[in-house]
């Protein structure tokens, strides 16, 4: 597809003067279902083919014609009232400050949203041009999210029902010892009420170690490999731009192309990500922004590789910074803390660390350092 799109490019700037040409190609762009975009010198529109325009005039109900948007600049196609942060992010690809630009993306246009899958790149003709593909994938996103919401809720259903028994069954124990030792109280039997308080502080004892080991499950077997943490890190920025909590929020990856890979556990680190960025849109909607952000960033610094979450929600004190990661902390209603147990158990089994930086009503950064393979 990319490869068709850099042929058709160039050989429509080929042929401009024969009109017959130009047209042949114009209609091959015109019935492909992605929107394509050619943009020319100064970042100045070139060509839109039929889906383009549509999905513009979309989000854009003021366009007036697909003719209109002749040589427009970049920004006012992707204009930041529907588009926001668009324009910005795909310059960047032209200004070759990156080779290329593969992300989902959203479009917000009143109460309307919807998801495409942004491809940028350049062709190979003198001058270059800038070709930006958009594919609209708001429904496959909207199927992914419910049946991954259906998992956890099966997941969640199997998880209470064995919750729920054991627990009850140390309560029962409990309960029943209680009911013995008032009833040896009534009869002044110290012997017999101190040795069923020694069962319910027993008992006690067990449900702490209980609820202990939910905290402790990712310390199940940690299965390393080398990993491309840049490919990690924008895929799961890639899959929660299509989730309902982040809707509002601006999410973006910015990662190192010097960047070695890393021995890790792909799966344990997605996940920590993921509560990262969770506790981080928590943040964002507890601190009402308007336009909030998110940024995922790697980078190395001699045998280190960083991976870091920032956004610009509510933030934190100090003493709030220095109680995270501890055990049923947590500063959220109907919440346990499970969360960042978790995170901080998935950097235990990566002997990783993590440096928090925070102020309150600014945002908040969480950088994770991890061990390079030259670092063993």
């Not at 068709?4 to 009109?19: A, D, I, R, Y």
């Not at 009869?187 to 040795?195: I, P, S």
């Amino acid at each position: 597809m990319v490869t068709q799109l850099k042929q058709t490019s160039n050989m429509v700037s080929e042929n401009k003067n024969n009109q017959n040409s130009v047209d042949s190609y114009i209609e091959i762009f015109d019935s492909l279902k992605q929107g394509i975009f050619v943009f020319g010198e100064n970042n100045l529109l070139k060509t839109v083919n039929s889906t383009g325009y549509d999905i513009l005039k979309s989000s854009l109900p003021d366009l007036s014609s697909q003719k209109s948007l002749e040589n427009a600049p970049l920004e006012e196609v992707f204009r930041d009232t529907a588009f926001e942060g668009w324009s910005e992010q795909i310059k960047l690809v032209h200004n070759e400050i990156k080779d290329t630009f593969h992300r989902n993306m959203m479009a917000i246009s009143g109460d309307s949203q919807r998801i495409y899958n942004v491809r940028a790149l350049i062709t190979d003709e003198s001058p270059s041009s800038l070709i930006v593909t958009l594919d609209d994938i708001t429904e496959q996103k909207a199927s992914e999210q419910q049946f991954s919401e259906l998992e956890k809720l099966a997941e969640k259903g199997v998880m209470a029902s064995w919750v729920s028994h054991d627990l009850n069954n140390i309560l029962g124990l409990i309960l029943g010892s209680a009911e013995l030792a008032e009833l040896f109280i009534k009869k002044d039997k110290t012997k017999q009420v101190n040795e069923y308080l020694g069962k319910i502080k027993d008992n006690v004892s067990r449900m702490e170690s209980f609820t202990s080991d939910l905290t402790n499950s990712t310390h199940l077997e940690t299965d390393k490999c080398l990993t491309d943490l840049n490919k990690l890190a924008t895929e799961v920025v890639s899959f929660v731009s299509g989730q309902k909590m982040f809707s509002r929020i601006v999410v973006s990856a910015n990662v190192d192309s010097t960047l070695p890979k890393i021995e890790i556990d792909s799966g344990q680190i997605a996940q920590m990500l993921l509560h990262l960025m969770h506790n981080s849109a928590d943040a964002i909607a507890k601190a009402d922004c308007k336009s909030g952000h998110i940024e995922v960033c790697t980078h190395a610094d001699g045998n280190s590789v960083f991976l870091s979450v920032t956004d610009n929600g509510t933030g934190m004190t100090s003493e709030t910074k220095e109680k995270l990661f501890q055990r049923r902390f947590t500063t959220k209603e109907d919440n346990h803390g499970y969360s960042l147990m978790t995170c901080k158990n998935i950097m235990d089994n990566h002997s990783a660390t993590v440096d928090i930086q925070s102020e309150v009503d600014k945002g908040s950064t969480f950088t994770v350092q991890l061990s390079s393979p030259d670092d063993k």
